[in-house]
């Protein structure tokens, strides 16, 4: 019902940005970032909501920053002084308890010398 469609991965240096967006098919109340990393379990990264309310995991905050332009349902996800333990796949989410849960197809993000 909701669909996602992220860009912005790619490989960077330790230390260096990406900007990663989601842009979903219709408004969700929540929408956000969650990643990866092979032989791991889905973790959050950080999340949204329409009213701006955001929610950050630890080992993101005062990194990175999400936004979100509500007019374009798209959500966007700053990440400055990426480390290699950033490296993962990256899935755009969105959701509410009306809709359901809703997930990219992901966007693989290395950070690596």
């Known amino acids: 019902q909701v669909q996602l469609v992220e860009s912005g991965g790619g490989l960077v240096q330790p230390g260096g940005s990406l900007r990663l967006s989601c842009a979903a098919s219709?408004?969700?109340?929540?929408m956000g970032w969650y990643r990866q990393a092979p032989g791991k379990q889905r973790e959050l990264v950080a999340t949204?909501?329409?009213?701006?309310?955001?929610n950050y995991a630890d080992s993101a905050k005062g990194r990175f920053t999400i936004s979100k332009d509500n007019a374009k349902n798209t959500v966007y996800l700053q990440m400055n002084s990426l480390k290699p333990e950033d490296t993962a796949v990256y899935y755009c989410?969105?959701?509410?308890?009306?809709?359901?849960?809703?997930w990219g197809q992901g966007t693989q993000v290395t950070v690596s010398s």
């Open positions: 989410y969105a959701g509410s308890l009306a809709r359901g849960t809703y």
């Open positions: 219709q408004s969700i109340f929540t």
């Open positions: 949204i909501t329409i009213g701006g309310s955001t």
